[in-house]
């Protein structure tokens, strides 16, 4: 069986990290803007709904805080961090202390329950950086699954056991020539890749979960362009409608990443099937 996982980073507006910083910028700007990220929300549950899939959203908490439940309603809403932060360290060259970790994740914790009513199963590490003091500590927090790894894409991608709990890992290969691909879908908002890639991509592919990843503020502004006309916003919805569509045409099952755990629980757990 193949299921299809549509997921989809519900964060600031083009955010990176920057160095000094612990919490995510926008762009060149030093601030903290959420408009794109509102308006591309709406724009993906809206096409969620067309097809009759649910998605699941990794939520940023402050973000989703910022654009509303209402714009997501009807589809999981998974952990992306408060501030979509930079947990290890890398860029911002102070990595977190297990303290404010703990803080962290239990004010995000709340705000996803506060703003949606459900508790968040599910965490997404902003820029996928994990490392072990954050992930070990996500069980103790009611994470149940975690898809922060990217895995060899190959006939068979299977959720397995990490840090106690279910990673179900975004599929990561190469394509005919040889270049890298990732079922993350920017390069294709950022006009390199084109929907035949991940439709290909995905076609290699017998059993397991397919993992489709992108964000919010993708769906109308560019991180090389900036905010994006109107006809390169219809292509860009065009193009994510085509590769999902695609999908399920050619018999993947759209489910969520939590109904997902479910039915490919890892060797080894005690997760229940159905
Ligand atoms: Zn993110």
Redesign the pocket.
């Known amino acids: 069986m193949r299921a299809l996982c549509v997921t989809v980073?519900l964060?600031r507006d083009v955010?990176r990290a920057a160095p000094g910083r612990t919490e995510?910028v926008c762009g060149d700007d030093m601030c903290c803007r959420c408009g794109s990220s509102g308006e591309g929300a709406i724009i993906l549950s809206e096409l969620l709904d067309d097809l009759n899939i649910r998605g699941t959203f990794?939520a940023?908490a402050y973000t989703l805080m910022s654009v509303g439940a209402s714009s997501v309603s009807g589809h999981e809403v998974a952990l992306?961090?408060y501030d979509?932060e930079d947990f290890t360290g890398q860029v911002s060259g102070m990595p977190m202390c297990e303290r404010d970790i703990r803080d962290v994740m239990e004010r995000s914790v709340n705000t996803v329950k506060d703003v949606t009513g459900a508790t968040p199963r599910g965490f997404?590490a902003?820029?996928m950086r994990a490392h072990d003091p954050l992930m070990s500590i996500l069980g103790e927090y009611g994470i149940e699954y975690d898809s922060s790894e990217y895995a060899s894409m190959g006939r068979s991608v299977m959720p397995y056991l990490k840090w106690g709990i279910t990673e179900i890992p975004v599929p990561k290969g190469k394509d005919a020539s040889g270049r890298t691909i990732a079922a993350y879908l920017w390069p294709m908002h950022e006009g390199n890749r084109g929907p035949r890639d991940y439709i290909e991509m995905a076609s290699g592919m017998e059993e397991g979960v397919f993992v489709i990843a992108t964000?919010t503020w993708h769906m109308v502004e560019s991180i090389k362009g900036g905010m994006m006309d109107r006809a390169r916003r219809e292509k860009n919805l065009d193009d994510v409608r085509n590769v999902i569509s695609s999908l399920i045409d050619s018999g993947y099952e759209p489910m969520t990443m939590e109904q997902a755990m479910g039915r490919f629980p890892p060797s080894g757990s005690n997760a229940r099937t159905g």
């Open positions: 980073d964060d955010n995510a990794f940023e992306h961090g979509h997404r902003p820029y964000h």
